[in-house]
């Protein structure tokens, strides 16, 4: 295992950390991986509140003894308040609470609060008195760390890091969305403001290993150095020296073991000239099946009427891997779960964004196209909920 060092508080991570959110419910299977990992060097395990279950079963797991002690007391436990489910000051203990006996652990090591949209959001819990309650969390040795993970638009993230002296932040990075998201931009950002950065969905949901255009795998198939597909995925992603920890989700042995495999010989800024034209042919041809072929870049941002016109390509986008249904929560998501939306269909017209994008892309037009394809008779309503949820409205 390699480890690469928290440059907040110089905790010695594994650069592979356990998503711990797809752990199979089989207890015995889920043990077996789960000590299968520590055994082999994983020490950073994340898990969630709204993942009810997985924080019991890992607390079992963890806290089960042997002659040298505990699992626990190999690996920092990361998990996440919700905060569409805090409505009073009350709420940050109750579900903390909850959280330490689901985990069986007197402490949290890392502690997000659970995709963080908007500013607004924090300025709601400060409003609630969060860092008052932090901290006494901090002060009593309950919560080591705080940081929070994140799905959405670029400029959203950048004020969010801005907004708080945070320890650390955990963002959705891989060599799709290199651009999307908070994107390379952000993860930059992050490290540059010292904070260690913990990747989520370093494979897509599995997308990149079996949901990409044919013609990719045949890049793969051709390249110069024999790497399967998760192989290439995963080195993309530690070749950043950025990167802290990449959370993977292993419910096989066989996972498990290939991605332990890997990790234990990825570094950073390993790769050569010929793996990056590797990647420039495969991002050309990721950009030629896109339906609009945006590379995040900004340059057509802030539209006067609010549009978040690359996360809705973003969106647009994802219709050719992700399938209809995912594209239209996740556009939801990003569009609605932030006090202001952000959707194609607030755009007038005005053509101010097009005279900067690089890319030449009609954005109007293509706007008119995420509109149709994502913002049908379900959208509006949806939206509606979406903020009652998110305390919004
Ligand atoms: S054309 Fe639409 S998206 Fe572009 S700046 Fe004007 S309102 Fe915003
Ligand atoms: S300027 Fe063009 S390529 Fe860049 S984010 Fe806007 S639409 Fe996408």
Redesign the pocket.
Known sequence: MKYRVNPKNGDNLSTLGYGAMRLPKDEKLAGELLGYAIENGVNYIDTAYMYAGNEALLGRILSEKDSQGTLRDCVKIATKMPPYLVGKREDFDKLFNIELERLRTDHVDYYLIHMLTDVAVWERFKSLGFLEWLHQKRESGQIINLGFSYHGGKDEFLKLLDAHDWDFCMIQYNYYDENNQAGKAGLLAASARGLPVMIMEPLRGGKLVNGMPKSVYEIFDGAHVKRSPVEWALRWVWNHPQVTTVLSGMNSMAMLKENLRIASDAEPEDFTERDFELFAKIRQLIEDAMLAPCTGCGY?MP?????D?PTCFTSLNDIAIEGKRRAFTKYLMYTAATKESSE?S?????????KHCPQGIP??EK?ELVQKELEGVLYKPARFFVKKFMRFS
Do not use: M, N, Q, Y
């Open positions: 057509c539209c006067p009427k609010g549009v016109i194609a607030r755009c007038v017209k005005c053509g101010k964004c097009e954005i109007r706007l």
